[in-house]
């Protein structure tokens, strides 16, 4: 079936290193996606979203790039911070059509930041 | 804004037993659905509703039941409840099917 996946389950980085988290996805016809971060304990945290008709979009230290060619796209966040240490999640909310559909979570990509 | 609100933080339930797990969110979004995370599983969808008076069911909805009599609010509840959905269950809200969806901290269940 249709699916969004992570590359990487796990990524260490050195503080103020840059950080590049990939996922994939299967659903050529998927038009919106979302980057979530997770802490423990805590619910998934809004990150970033982009939508088809996009490339690539930026925010406060981080940049989402897509490529719709090879079904890709990645998280990139600039000088990491310890805080920044968490599981991120690329996700499509609402696979296919108008309706609401399954949300499609890869497993997460695990952050760690070194000091 | 306190965004999407979840009750109780943890709950443990004896096997048969049955509870509400509550969901409020004080954006005004249509969009609400409650998910369940299991290590190694990611997040899957239980139910869904677009709107007051409108639900259904998303991947995993055997053993739950939901409604939405208002905007504001959306319980999950445990009919009888067994240790297979022992789990960490968040809600989430969204504006529209184009917007990034809002969770809360979650309810940590676990069933005896």
């Known amino acids: 079936g249709e699916s969004v996946g992570l590359h990487l389950p796990t990524l260490s980085v050195q503080e103020g290193d840059n950080s590049i988290i990939n996922c994939a996805y299967s659903n050529s016809a998927s038009d919106y996606f979302i980057w979530y971060k997770q802490e423990s304990g805590k619910g998934p945290q809004f990150i970033i979203d982009i939508r088809s008709n996009m490339d690539k979009r930026q925010g406060q230290r981080v940049t989402v790039l897509l490529n719709k060619t090879v079904k890709h796209l990645s998280l990139q966040i600039a000088a990491t911070q310890p805080g920044d240490s968490a599981v991120y999640f690329c996700?499509?909310?609402?696979?296919?059509?108008?309706?609401?559909?399954?949300?499609?979570f890869g497993q997460g990509t695990i952050l760690t930041v070194h000091p | 804004n306190a965004g999407v609100t979840q009750t109780p933080k943890f709950q443990v339930l004896k096997t048969g037993q049955s509870m509400t797990l509550q969901c409020a969110q004080d954006?005004?979004?249509?969009?609400m659905s409650w998910y369940r995370q299991d290590p190694g599983m990611g997040l899957r969808l239980i139910h869904y509703s677009v709107g007051a008076g409108i639900t259904d069911q998303g991947e995993v909805p055997n053993g739950y039941n939901v409604s939405r009599s208002t905007t504001e609010d959306f319980p999950l509840r445990l009919l009888s409840a067994a240790p297979s959905q022992t789990s960490v269950y968040f809600c989430?809200?969204?504006?529209?099917?184009?917007?990034?969806?809002?969770f809360g901290n979650g309810t940590r269940l676990t069933v005896t």
């Open positions: 996700a499509e909310p609402f696979a296919g059509g108008t309706s609401y559909g399954k949300l499609t």
């Open positions: 954006m005004n979004h249509e969009y």
């Open positions: 989430a809200s969204s504006y529209s099917r184009k917007s990034p969806l809002h």
